[in-house]
């Protein structure tokens, strides 16, 4: 199953963010969060990274894509 348009972050639900032991691709700093966002569908689930020291963001589709 693949969606093709981004699903808004309200189709889904947050877990808590959790510290990343892998640091942040463009400022190698060690302040990356992640938290994993489920759709209500069930059938996409997905992961936001982002880091606090330099503002970085990326989502990472999860194995279902």
């Keep these: 199953m693949t969606h093709m348009a981004p699903m808004p972050?309200?189709?889904?639900?947050?877990?808590?963010?959790?510290?990343?032991?892998v640091p942040c691709p463009k400022c190698k700093?060690?302040?990356r969060y992640y938290r994993v966002w489920e759709s209500s569908c069930g059938?996409?689930?997905?992961?936001?990274?982002?880091?606090?020291?330099?503002?970085w963001?990326?989502?990472?589709d999860g194995?279902?894509?």
Excluded: I, L, M, V
Aim: with cysteine.
């Design 9 to 21: 972050d309200s189709a889904g639900e947050f877990d808590e963010w959790k510290k990343c032991s």
């Design 29 to 31: 700093g060690t302040e």
């Design 43 to 55: 059938g996409y689930e997905d992961e936001q990274h982002e880091c606090r020291a330099c503002g």
């Design 57 to 60: 963001k990326q989502w990472f």
């Design 63 to 65: 194995p279902d894509s």
